[in-house]
Each structure stands twice: as C-alpha cells, then as structure tokens.
C-alpha cells in the first residue's frame, strides 16, 4: 500500500494558463475526492467520484474547474484561464465507500 | 450543510503537559475522523471515530454522536505534535459523501 500519490507537487504558472493536476488513490478504493484549502482554513470539498462517476460537482468553484476520472483510476483536476484567486493546496483523498478517507501530499498551486 | 466547530483556535503548551481538543458537530454524522496536518501539508490520519473510544499511544479521542462532539486527548506532548490538527465529518443525511472540515486547532508545543 503506497497511499495516495499527487502530482506535481508544486505548481507555479501565470495568469490566464490551464494547470492540470494527477491524483492516484490507493488500489482498492472505489472513491476519489478533491479538495482544496487556502492558508488557515480547513479543506474544502470540491468533487467526488465513485469509480468512474462523478457523483458531484455542483461544488467546483466555477465552470473554469474540471475533473475527470477515466476508468475509475487515477483522476486529473483542470483548471483553465487560471487567476490569482486559484492559489491554494489542492487535496486528494481516497477511500473504500463510505470509510476513512485518506489524503495525499498535495499540489500547491501558485498564480503569479 | 453540516456545521463544524473546533476549540481552541490556538492551544501553546510546554512540553509534557496535556491537552484536549474539542469538536461540536451540528447534525447526525456517518463519520468523524482527526487529522494531524505537518507543516508541510500533509494530512495524518489519527482516528476514524464516528462514535466512540479509541486509542493510539499517547492519543486517544472520545466521540459522543448523540450529543454531537468529540475530544482528542493528547497526553505527555513533544515538539513534533506541533501543527494544526483538523476534526472533519460526513453528515448522515442522503448524498453526503465529503468531509467537512473545521478550522483547525493550532498547537504549539515549546520545550
């Protein structure tokens, strides 16, 4: 079990690029999430995935997110004409159903 | 949605004293799980406590689903239980699947 694996780690880009983020959850987990946090607050719940399903995503933050999960393996999270705003440490979690959710390291996104 | 709150905000403690961190939750809750965030971001697992008690070492958490808190005790503490720690719950209404997390309680631990 090699947990949940994000990629990259660090991000920084320009004003009005499109990033893209890699999460690989553990093995046997059938749910995905995203989440992000911005300094001194708690995550924040973006997307979810059971297997290939995208379950929800009316809390993306707006239509410039997007989330795909092909397969039911690893997901990407897009974000496209990025703005300053976008900056924050974007989460991925995996778990089995409805059971502990575990977190990878992280991507940190800065927008100059 | 469902509600969370964490006590303190910010909690300093010299090493080896004792502590208790504190989670009110508004609503009937599936899960509840404390995470330990480093300073490098990374979220620790330290229980997955939807009701009630557990340990591990020198920790160990207490959840009361139906009076809507949990405790996280952490006894004799050292330098490295510094950081932020995050109590997060799944609501048990119908398409609650994500964590919602409070804002953390900072601890600080001086030697």
């Known amino acids: 079990d090699t947990g949940v694996s994000q990629d990259p780690r660090h991000k920084i880009t320009k004003r009005g690029q499109n990033v893209t983020f890699r999460c690989d959850p553990i093995?046997?987990?059938?749910?995905l999430y995203w989440y992000r946090q911005t300094l001194g607050q708690g995550p924040e719940f973006l997307t979810y995935f059971q297997n290939e399903a995208q379950l929800e995503k009316s809390r993306l933050l707006s239509d410039r997110f997007s989330a795909e999960r092909p397969k039911g393996s690893f997901s990407t999270l897009e974000i496209q004409r990025t703005e300053q705003g976008d900056s924050a440490m974007y989460l991925c979690a995996s778990s089995f159903s409805s059971y502990e959710q575990y977190f990878g390291p992280g991507t940190r996104l800065t927008v100059t | 949605g469902i509600q969370v709150e964490q006590s303190p905000p910010d909690l300093i403690l010299q090493e080896g004293a004792n502590s208790t961190l504190r989670c009110n939750f508004s609503?009937?809750?599936?899960?509840l799980q404390w995470f330990h965030q480093n300073p490098w971001g990374q979220l620790i697992n330290l229980f997955y406590i939807p009701s009630g008690t557990k340990q591990n070492g020198r920790l160990s958490a207490t959840t009361v689903a139906t009076e809507r808190y949990s405790l996280l005790y952490i006894s004799s503490s050292q330098t490295t239980d510094s950081g932020v720690y995050f109590c997060a719950v799944e609501g048990a209404g119908a398409g609650s699947y994500q964590l919602t997390f409070g804002k953390g309680t900072k601890l600080s631990v001086i030697p």
């Open positions: 609503d009937s809750v599936n899960n």
């Open positions: 093995s046997e987990h059938n749910r």
